[in-house]
C-alpha cells in the first residue's frame, strides 16, 4: 500500500495548502516557544520595508472605518444609526485580529473566538467553508458578550486559498428571549436567553439561504431591525473583503500574508512598551461588586436558589513587570449564580480592551496582540468563567462594568505615580439603567425595545480635571444619547424631559462627570411591559486618592397617574428631571397615582399602559481628591450649571454659598473657609487609629457579624479561590478553626446542585483561552 504524505491525504484551504487546524497549532507552537506571535522574532515586512507595512496598515483600517460608517446607513436600528453599536474586524488566517473598525471593540475578541472554534472543531470539513459563504453566530458559550450581540463572520479567499476572515458585530433589539428586549432578567438559565446560533453557515454564494431568513425573522420580535441590521453587517463584510482583494491584487499576496501576522506582533509588543512608558512596575490590588437583589416582589424567577438576595465580588491583582509584561488574576471573584449576569472568559478579557484603549494603548493598532501580550487568570466556576453549560449571559454587562471600574482605578495608581495626571481615571460609571420591554407598539406592530440612552453617561475624573459628564460609556468609546425624535419613532414612549442628574457624579477635588436622566410617558402602546436594569443598593464606582464614589441608582415608575385629565386642565405636569429625588416632585404633581420609587433597580416585567411614567436615569463616573481641596467657584459654576445640589455644597464641599435673584451663584470666601476647617476637625474627632479600627473590625469578622449577603459572598470566595482565602486570613490573622461556609449560612446555595460542566458538551472542542 502506496504511503500517503499528510499533505496529499488532506489540501487544506489555507494558503499553502495546512487545514485550518494544522495552520492554527503551528502558529500557536511557534507563539508559545518563542514569546513571540507566530515565532516572529524579527519582522521582515515592518523593519525592511516600513513604508509600504504603514501603507498596509493605513489603508486597510481606514478601510474598515469607512465600511462601518457607511454599514451605519443601512440600518434602521436606532441602536446601530444613533448609537454606533457596531464594529468591523480583520482577521488573519488563524483566527486573530490585525486590525479594528471603531465601535464596540470588544468584538475584537469575540468574533475571533468564534473563527477559532469554527477551526478547532473542524467546519473545514462539515459544514465547509468556501469563498463566499457567510456565517453566523451569538453562541455566549463560544466567546460572545451576550445573544444580542450578533456576528456575522465572512471567510476570504485569495486564488482559491484562504488568507483571512472579515467579522461585523450588532447589537440587536430583541432575541426573542423569555422577556422582550436583548436584555432580559426573568430567566435565570440561557435556555431562556433567546435565540441562539452556534456559527452557523446561512449563506453561500454571498446569498443568504432561504430557511435563514424565514426562520430567523419568526425568532425574533422584530423582524424587521433583524433583517435590517443583517444587512448592514453582510454589506461591511463584504467591503472589507473588497477592499483586502484589491490590496493583494495591488501590493501582492507575500506582503499581504507577512502583514498579516506581523500586525499581531506589533501589537503586542506596542502594548508592552506602553506599560514600559507609562506604568511603575509592582502589584496593585483593587476589588469591585454589584448588588444582585432578586429577593423582591417585582423581580419573579422561576427558581428558589435565584430568589435571594447576593453581591458578586470581584477582586483583582494587576502584577506589572519591569520588563512591561503583566499579568491580571482575578482569585477571589464570585461563583456564576443563577441570574443573567455571568460572563464567559473571552467576553471578560476582551472587554478589558475597550478600557485599555481609551489609556494605555489609545492607538489604531488595536488587534489580538495586546491579549498575547497578557496573563490572565480567571479561576474555574466563577461568575467570568463558569463551569456549567446553563447559565445565562444576558445581562453580563451588569457586573462586567463594576469589575473593570476597579481596574480604571489600579491602573490609575500606577499612571499617576509616573505623573501621567491626565490619564488617570477615578473610574467609569456602571451603565445603567437599560430600559427595556415591549409589546404592541404606536403602530400596532409586535415590539420590543432597549433603549441606549446609556451609552451616555459620566467619566470619572483624572488626576487634573474634572470628568466629562453625559458624555461616553466604558462599553462604546463613540457613546452618545441618541435623539429623542429618532427614539419616539422607534418606541411608544414620549419623552417629557432630558436632565443632567446632579450630585450624580462623585464629589472629589476634581468632580466626576455627571449622567443624566430622562421622563417616559407610555402612549398608543398595548399590552406593554418594561423593566429595570441598574445597581441601586450599593454604588460600584468609588472614587479614588479621596474622591466620593458616584451615585448609586433607583426606580421611579408610576401607575394610573391621572395625567390624561391633568392635561385637560392644563395643570403642571412632570417634566424635566427629578432634580433632587428627596423631594418627591414628581408625586406632588401626580398626587393620586400609584408610585414606585425605591432602591430596587432590578426588576423583571410589569405592565404599563398610557400615561403611565417610567424614569430612566444614567449614572455618574466617581471623583479624585480630596472635596475641600476643590476650588470654591469651581463649586459655584457646579451649582450654575446644574453639576450638584445645593444642600451638598456646604456639606461636602464646605462651601457657603447663596442663591443671586438671577439665577447666579456668589461664594462667601471667609465663611467656606470656616466651613471647612469646622469639617477637618470633626473628621479628626470622629478619626479611630488604624489599629483601633482593624481591632474591632477582627472581633466582627470572628463573630461573623455580617449581612447575609456578605458572609455568602466571602464563603463563594473562599470555596473557589484558596489563595484569596489564606490572603484574608493571614491579613486578619483568623484562628484555624474559623470557618465560612455557603452551606452555614442559611440560604440555598450552589454547592447543593449538580454542576454539568461544559466540557459534559457531546463532540464539542472547548477552547480556554485563559489559565483556569
Not at 403642571?572 to 400609584?594: C, F, H, Q, T, V
Request: charged content about 25%; overall charge negative.
Amino acid at each position: 500500500m502506496t504511503k500517503i504524505k499528510p499533505n496529499e491525504a488532506m489540501r487544506g484551504i489555507v494558503r499553502g495548502g495546512e487545514t485550518l487546524k494544522q495552520h492554527r497549532d503551528r502558529i500557536m507552537a511557534a507563539t508559545r516557544k518563542t514569546g513571540h506571535y507566530a515565532g516572529l522574532e524579527q519582522m521582515s515586512l515592518r523593519d525592511k520595508e516600513p513604508i509600504l507595512y504603514n501603507k498596509l496598515f493605513s489603508r486597510l483600517r481606514a478601510g474598515v472605518v469607512d465600511a462601518r460608517e457607511t454599514a451605519k446607513k443601512i440600518a434602521a436600528s436606532p441602536i446601530v444609526e444613533q448609537e454606533g453599536e457596531l464594529c468591523f474586524t480583520l482577521y488573519n488566517a488563524a483566527g486573530d485580529s490585525l486590525l479594528t473598525s471603531t465601535g464596540i471593540i470588544i468584538h475584537v475578541g469575540t468574533m475571533g473566538a468564534a473563527i477559532k472554534y469554527m477551526i478547532e472543531n473542524d467546519w473545514e470539513s462539515n459544514p465547509g467553508i468556501q469563498d463566499k459563504d457567510i456565517f453566523c453566530n451569538n453562541d455566549s458559550l463560544i466567546g460572545n458578550v451576550h445573544p444580542c450581540d450578533i456576528h456575522t463572520i465572512v471567510p476570504i479567499f485569495w486564488e482559491g486559498e484562504l488568507v483571512g476572515w472579515v467579522g461585523g458585530v450588532t447589537h440587536v433589539i430583541d432575541t426573542g428571549s423569555v422577556g422582550p428586549g436583548s436584555m432580559s432578567t426573568g430567566q435565570v438559565q440561557r435556555f431562556g436567553d433567546g435565540y441562539s446560533i452556534t456559527c452557523r453557515k446561512i449563506g453561500a454564494n454571498d446569498e443568504l439561504f432561504r430557511d435563514w431568513l424565514h426562520e430567523s425573522q419568526r425568532m425574533v420580535r422584530t423582524t424587521r431591525y433583524w433583517m435590517l441590521d443583517e444587512r448592514t453587517r453582510v454589506a461591511g463584510c463584504h467591503m472589507i473583503r473588497k477592499l483586502v482583494e484589491e490590496v493583494i491584487e495591488q501590493e501582492g499576496i507575500e506582503n499581504y500574508w507577512k502583514f498579516a501576522y506581523e500586525a499581531v506582533e506589533h501589537g503586542r509588543i506596542s502594548l508592552q512598551n506602553r506599560i514600559k512608558a507609562m506604568t511603575v512596575p509592582g502589584t496593585y490590588r483593587q476589588v469591585g461588586f454589584v448588588d444582585v437583589p432578586y429577593n423582591h416582589e417585582d423581580v419573579r424567577v422561576p427558581s428558589d436558589f435565584a430568589k435571594v438576595d447576593t453581591i458578586m465580588h470581584s477582586p483583582s491583582e494587576m502584577t506589572i513587570r519591569a520588563d512591561g509584561t503583566w499579568r491580571l488574576d482575578f482569585e477571589g471573584s464570585s461563583r456564576w449564580g443563577w441570574h443573567t449576569y455571568n460572563a464567559h472568559q473571552v467576553s471578560f478579557t476582551s472587554g478589558i480592551w475597550v478600557m485599555m484603549t481609551q489609556t494605555l494603548i489609545p492607538s489604531e493598532m488595536i488587534n489580538d496582540g495586546a491579549a498575547y501580550g497578557t496573563e490572565f487568570r480567571l479561576p474555574k466556576g466563577t461568575w467570568m468563567n463558569p463551569d456549567d453549560r446553563r447559565v445565562a449571559f444576558s445581562y453580563a454587562w451588569h457586573f462586567l462594568v463594576s469589575t473593570w471600574t476597579s481596574l480604571w482605578r489600579g491602573l490609575s495608581r500606577s499612571y499617576f505615580s509616573r505623573g501621567y495626571l491626565e490619564e488617570v481615571n477615578a473610574g467609569n460609571a456602571n451603565t445603567s439603567n437599560w430600559l427595556q420591554g415591549g409589546g404592541f407598539n404606536q403602530y400596532n406592530e409586535i415590539h420590543a425595545v432597549n433603549s441606549f440612552e446609556c451609552a451616555a453617561n459620566g467619566i470619572g475624573a483624572s488626576a487634573y480635571a474634572d470628568g466629562l459628564s453625559h458624555a461616553a460609556a466604558i462599553w462604546n468609546p463613540e457613546g452618545d444619547m441618541g435623539d429623542m425624535e429618532i427614539w419616539e419613532l422607534a418606541e411608544p414612549l414620549v419623552y417629557l424631559g432630558r436632565q443632567i442628574k446632579a450630585s450624580s457624579g462623585g464629589s472629589g477635588k476634581y468632580r466626576g462627570g455627571c449622567g443624566w436622566e430622562s421622563l417616559r410617558l407610555v402612549w398608543n402602546a398595548k399590552d406593554w411591559t418594561m423593566f429595570f436594569m441598574g445597581n441601586g443598593n450599593m454604588s460600584s464606582d468609588w472614587g479614588l486618592m479621596g474622591g466620593f464614589p458616584a451615585a448609586s441608582g433607583y426606580r421611579f415608575e408610576a401607575h394610573d397617574t391621572g395625567l390624561k385629565q391633568i392635561i385637560a386642565d392644563g395643570k403642571p405636569i412632570p417634566l424635566g428631571g427629578d432634580i433632587d429625588p428627596g423631594e418627591r416632585s414628581y408625586e406632588k404633581l401626580i398626587p393620586g397615582a400609584k408610585v414606585k420609587r425605591d432602591k430596587q433597580a432590578i426588576t423583571t416585567e410589569a405592565m404599563f399602559k398610557d400615561y403611565d411614567l417610567y424614569l430612566n436615569t444614567m449614572k455618574g463616573g466617581p471623583g479624585f481628591g480630596d472635596p475641600l481641596d476643590r476650588d470654591p467657584q469651581a463649586v459655584v459654576a457646579d451649582l450654575e450649571g446644574g453639576y450638584i445640589l445645593p444642600r451638598f455644597a456646604e456639606s461636602i464641599y464646605g462651601v457657603i454659598a447663596k442663591e443671586n435673584a438671577d439665577g447666579t451663584w456668589s461664594c462667601d470666601e471667609k465663611a467656606t473657609q470656616a466651613k471647612r476647617k469646622d469639617i477637618l476637625k470633626q473628621r479628626l474627632a470622629r478619626a479611630v487609629p488604624t489599629r483601633e479600627w482593624m481591632k474591632t473590625e477582627r472581633e466582627k469578622i470572628l463573630a461573623k457579624d455580617a449581612g447575609t449577603q456578605v458572609q455568602q459572598m466571602y464563603a463563594s470566595s473562599f470555596k473557589l479561590g484558596p489563595r484569596f482565602e489564606e490572603s484574608f486570613r493571614k491579613f486578619w490573622d483568623l484562628p484555624k478553626d474559623w470557618q465560612l461556609r455557603e452551606e452555614d449560612i442559611g440560604i440555598p446555595h450552589y454547592g447543593s446542585t449538580h454542576h454539568m460542566d461544559i466540557s459534559e458538551l457531546p463532540d464539542v472542542h472547548i477552547v480556554q483561552f485563559v489559565e483556569e
